[in-house]
């Protein structure tokens, strides 16, 4: 049980220990610092904010009722309606809760929580965003059909998926509903007009949202919102997440083993051995087609059909064996391939997952050789692992939320690449030619360091293809390296001059860290900020809060200018406080007045000193009278 010890009006006597808080905030930037209202500050740990918020033991929470019975603790008014879309359990038993905003019954876009409580009950933690204060209309002055005019004008496509019955009729047999289709269908909700990760009410709008797939990929498939009272777009989010074309040729991997079936007098490209059917199309040069590969005695010698649905099958593989997950849905849809293609608007020299549907798509490369083809194994995972985003935290693809988007799916990809040929080279496409580096995102334009080298400033940037959707490319290379310290380890200075020092972990703990990250912690709004407390988060869940993990985990996000380090084993306090802080804390020990003075001084601010093992308080600290102090520990 955690013990706390409080004075509010005299002084504290030496020597008094306590048992035990751990790193897992660090100091948080005070740009994203979310303070908390005292009902919530009741209920909650002093690290947390209003985004990210760590229970009090001896707290009795219901998560499935926790908005109603804390609504005043969330800030959310009578017109706030907070509606469950999603539970699990994962893999060690942990329960978790994602909500969805509602205002006067409208979905209010990136308003998002999740909670989560461990095996034994106990509600340990809840994070997400919350858009409070919301004051609009609704009640839209354009129909559905007149906004989606006004979202068809907008994206000025030649011509649309619905449009293509061979699409249509592939997506009614993916979805086994013969009234599937891609005709946009629109939902009124609440919209921001920008997206600066300011999140405010103020900028909330009443749209209409489409979904509009193109089939004219020189018009990317968007997500647009269309602003109901004016018929103003005034939000628009990539639906596509595509590679950055390079170029390159190398032999990939040899002769292979991968399932087909067999139709007719011929094997096609078509595995259904598991429960999630594996596709492989071959494009011939143009756009998505729905035409096998076939090979008259399964032995093949079409190099770029064998890497593609080899690839496409490892890729299964890995989510499946790694991380239990059926496919990139988690609930075995069809994994779909798009081969050797050269698509108006995509190009030879790219990928893409969500261009063509919920599947992805590989250029055949500058040249006719197969070895020049965008489908390396690394390659195939990473356009998949957007799909594992898409339906997990569906991280909005642009700025930085689309960073780590991409930044995940290299992560994966790389991850792939090392289930299906025992290692992996941490370079995004290397067996072909290499477009980014783990280990230097320096040598291909990227920053190692959040908004150092490199950094694409994302304040005020309006998305566009012509700006990579405010750098989502490039601004990845931070989290890649992140995770390439993290798993391998390493030294040296931030762009900054800050020096760190991490010890790696390996990549396989490192990759069950970041799956559990993202399909557990994050939301399709997700900062920076928010990827290192999920990683923490993640890392204390699996192997504790005082574990070699979870201290490398702060330190590699230190090494690349994430926040601070996690603070040193043990630290000694000196001055006037609250003036000098409110929470200090050291991994193991935390003293105070140790060959100084310390004193506390009469404030409504509450200061906190932690440690995991002891916090000592030596002769010479001081409490005044109308302070307000606490020294605790956590089990």
Same mark, same amino acid.
């Given at each position: 049980m955690k013990r706390i010890f409080k004075i509010i009006s005299k002084a504290i006597s030496p020597h008094l220990a306590v048992v035990a808080a751990v790193f897992i905030t660090g100091n948080i930037m005070a740009q994203n610092k979310a303070p908390l209202n005292p009902k919530m500050e009741a209920l909650s740990k002093p690290e947390s904010d209003r985004? =990210?918020?760590?229970?009090?033991?001896?707290?009795?929470?219901?998560?499935?009722?926790? /908005?109603?019975?804390?609504?005043?603790?969330?800030?959310?008014?009578?017109?706030d309606r907070m509606n469950i879309v999603k539970t699990e359990t994962d893999q060690i038993g942990f329960n978790h809760f994602r909500y969805q905003q509602f205002y006067k019954n409208i979905k209010v876009v990136y308003g998002e929580f999740a909670v989560h409580q461990q095996p034994d009950g106990f509600v340990k933690s809840a994070n997400g965003r919350l858009i409070t204060g919301l004051n609009q209309a609704s009640i839209p002055a354009l129909n559905e059909e007149q906004a989606l005019q006004l979202a068809l004008q907008f994206m000025n496509a030649k011509k649309y998926l619905w449009q293509n019955s061979a699409m249509e009729n592939e997506l009614k047999r993916q979805e086994k509903n013969a009234d599937a289709t891609y005709y946009p269908k629109g939902e009124l909700v609440y919209a921001p007009s920008n997206y600066e990760a300011t999140f405010l009410a103020a900028d909330y709008k009443l749209a209409w949202n489409f979904k509009i797939y193109t089939d004219d990929l020189t018009v990317m498939p968007k997500s647009l919102y269309v602003d109901a009272l004016t018929g103003q777009v005034i939000h628009a989010v990539d639906i596509a997440m595509n590679c950055s074309a390079g170029s390159g040729t190398s032999a990939f991997?040899?002769?292979?083993?991968?399932?087909?079936?067999?139709? @007719?007098?011929? /094997?096609?490209?078509?595995?259904?051995?598991?429960?999630?059917?594996?596709?492989?199309?071959?494009?011939? @040069?143009?756009?998505?087609?729905?035409?096998?590969?076939?090979?008259?005695?399964?032995? =093949?010698?079409?190099?770029?059909?064998?890497?593609? #649905? &080899?690839?496409?099958?490892?890729?299964?593989?890995? /989510?499946?064996?790694?991380?239990?997950?059926? $496919? =990139?849905?988690g609930a075995s849809a069809d994994m779909i391939s798009y081969n050797n293609s050269n698509a108006p608007g995509l190009g030879p020299n790219?990928?893409? &997952?969500?261009?063509? @549907?919920?599947?992805?798509?590989?250029? #055949?490369?500058?040249?006719?050789? $197969?070895?020049?083809? =965008?489908?390396?194994?690394?390659?195939? @995972?990473?356009? /998949?692992?957007?799909?594992?985003?898409? $339906?997990?935290?569906?991280?909005?693809?642009? $700025?930085?939320?689309?960073?780590l988007n991409e930044s995940f799916s290299d992560i994966f990809g790389e991850m792939v690449e090392s289930w299906s040929e025992g290692n992996c080279d941490y370079l995004v496409g290397g067996d072909r030619g290499a477009i980014r580096s783990f280990i230097d995102p320096n040598l291909y334009g990227d920053p190692d360091t959040y908004l150092g080298t490199n950094w694409v400033t994302t304040a005020g940037c309006v998305p566009s293809s012509g700006n990579d959707n405010c750098g989502v490319h490039t601004n990845s290379g931070v989290q890649n390296r992140y995770f390439h310290l993290l798993s391998e380890g390493g030294s040296g200075t931030t762009d900054f001059g800050v020096p760190y020092n991490v010890t790696g972990i390996s990549r396989f703990s490192a990759r069950q860290i970041q799956y559990r990250a993202l399909t557990v912690y994050l939301n399709s709004s997700s900062q920076y900020i928010d990827a290192r407390r999920a990683a923490l988060q993640s890392a204390w869940d699996l192997y504790g809060q005082c574990s070699a993990e979870i201290i490398a985990v702060g330190d590699a996000w230190h090494a690349v200018g994430v926040e601070s380090q996690s603070p040193p084993f043990s630290q000694n306090f000196c001055g006037n406080y609250p003036a000098s802080g409110t929470f200090m804390q050291s991994i193991s020990l935390t003293t105070a007045a140790n060959g100084c003075a310390t004193t506390i001084t009469p404030s409504a601010t509450a200061v906190y000193f932690t440690a995991r093992d002891n916090v000592i308080l030596y002769p010479g600290f001081i409490a005044q009278a109308g302070s307000n102090f606490t020294a605790y520990l956590e089990p």
């Open positions: 985004n =990210w918020i760590n229970f009090r033991e001896g707290v009795a929470i219901n998560p499935s009722t926790i /908005f109603t019975d804390y609504r005043e603790a969330f800030e959310l008014s009578v017109e991997n040899g002769t292979v083993s991968f399932n087909t079936e067999l139709s @007719g007098a011929s /094997f096609r490209s078509h595995d259904d051995c598991q429960a999630t059917d594996l596709y492989v199309f071959n494009c011939a @040069g143009g756009g998505a087609v729905n035409t096998y590969y076939t090979d008259a005695d399964n032995t =093949w010698t079409a190099q770029s059909a064998v890497q593609a #649905q &080899w690839g496409t099958m490892m890729t299964y593989n890995y /989510f499946n064996g790694e991380h239990g997950r059926a $496919s =990139w849905n790219n990928a893409c &997952w969500g261009c063509t @549907g919920n599947s992805t798509i590989y250029g #055949q490369g500058s040249t006719t050789a $197969s070895t020049d083809d =965008w489908n390396t194994n690394d390659i195939v @995972g990473h356009e /998949f692992a957007h799909g594992v985003t898409q $339906s997990s935290a569906n991280l909005v693809y642009n $700025s930085e939320s689309g960073a």
